[in-house]
């Protein structure tokens, strides 16, 4: 495309310039006013010519190219966006996990969030693995708390005393 753009402009210069010289070289007069004439007939077709060459359909293929090159890398970025998205929430959930099992003491748990696509699109938590000694009263609690903060029920909570 910029070379088309750079040969109509030399082609309209080169125009402009002959014309310039045609109309000093012209008697005044009717010679003069034919080749005014001419000179403005022969601008037109510089100026107009690259619209009668200009090949349309490889326009439009060229295009159509582009626009779909740049809905896959738009469908790429909105991917990497949902995984940044789950990330977080599950970064988040995982700390305020963490935060509720420290202030009950058990502050040496390792705790792990998976999300899911929600009803409205969104991630939410839905699986969560806890992995750390926990007595069955503090097990109850935590695990009434991540039932009713993160709806995550007890099928999906795992427990687990060592990493293994």
Excluded: C
């Excluded at 439009?60 to 190219?65: E, K, L, N, Q, Y």
């Excluded at 740049?70 to 305020?96: D, H, K, V």
């Excluded at 009713?148 to 005393?161: A, K, L, M």
């Amino acid at each position: 495309m910029p070379e088309l753009i750079r040969t109509w402009l030399l082609g309209l210069t080169a125009a402009a310039f002959l014309t310039t010289i045609a109309m000093t070289l012209t008697p005044k007069g009717r010679p003069r006013a034919v080749v005014g004439l001419v000179s403005g007939l022969v601008t037109i077709v510089a100026l107009i010519a690259p619209i009668v060459e200009f090949d349309f359909h490889a326009y439009a293929r060229d295009t159509s190219g582009f626009e779909a090159q740049l809905e896959a890398q738009l469908e790429e970025m909105e991917a990497a966006q949902e995984r940044l998205t789950s990330l977080l929430i599950s970064q988040r959930s995982q700390a305020y996990i963490w935060d509720k099992a420290e202030r009950l003491g058990l502050g040496h748990l390792t705790v792990e969030v998976a999300t899911t696509q929600g009803a409205d699109g969104w991630p939410v938590p839905d699986r969560v693995w806890v992995v750390g000694a926990v007595s069955p009263g503090d097990r109850q609690i935590l695990s009434e708390f991540l039932t009713d903060t993160f709806g995550i029920p007890v099928n999906r909570q795992y427990w687990s005393e060592s990493d293994e």
